[in-house]
């Protein structure tokens, strides 16, 4: 249990992350800066890392997976210009925290995680913090999930060697992707609109992200 002292410090820490790492580092979407305010990172990381939850890298969480880095995950926010009514697919639950970002800034989240153990940790502490707008499901993340699509926006939380078919597919026209596009050494995060039933890209962030793999984790 979180003590008032400990939430307080956590409170403050969080109010410098989104002024001195986000805001003044160009993130400028008011919505995306409130919802990182609100969103408690600390509550999502293994204990051993909550001193560090406010810092600007990512933090292991297990299965080899990470949360990641607070500027790239407001980045990736930003682009995706996520409305209310907006029904959004991520790939790669992990910890939940984007997640809960993404249930403060749209209508419905489907998740996908590769690994049981993440989904399963993930889906209990989004709804102990009250969350009602997100389903997590176990699978393989290459291939989304076509049973809602399709979807205004999909954010991909983990580096693919190209954009997958199966995630174009289920983009809705005027919809959004932003997903890291790389190998081991050099990624970079694309912003992809569906326009007229072509995709227009814009080369953004570079960035660092797990592979995206394909099945289902053990």
Known sequence: MTSPASSASYSGLRHLMV????????IADERVLAAMERVPRHEFAAEQYREHAYEDHPLPIGEGQTISQPYIVAVMLQ????????????????????????AELAGMIVSVERH??????????????GYRNVSIVIGDGTQGFPQYAPYDAIIVSAAAPDVPRALLDQL???????????GDDSQQLRLIRMESG?????????CRFVPLLPGIGS
């Open 19 to 26: 002024d001195l790492q986000l805001r003044a580092r160009g």
């Open 79 to 102: 682009d995706l210009a996520v409305s209310p009514g907006d029904r959004v697919l991520e790939i790669g639950t992990g910890s939940g925290y984007v997640t809960a970002l993404l």
């Open 116 to 129: 049981a153990a993440l989904a399963n940790s993930s889906t209990e502490l989004l709804a102990r913090m």
């Open 172 to 182: 809705a026209e005027g919809g959004r992707m932003v997903i890291p596009v790389g």
């Open 198 to 206: 072509y995709r227009r890209t814009v080369f953004r962030d570079l």
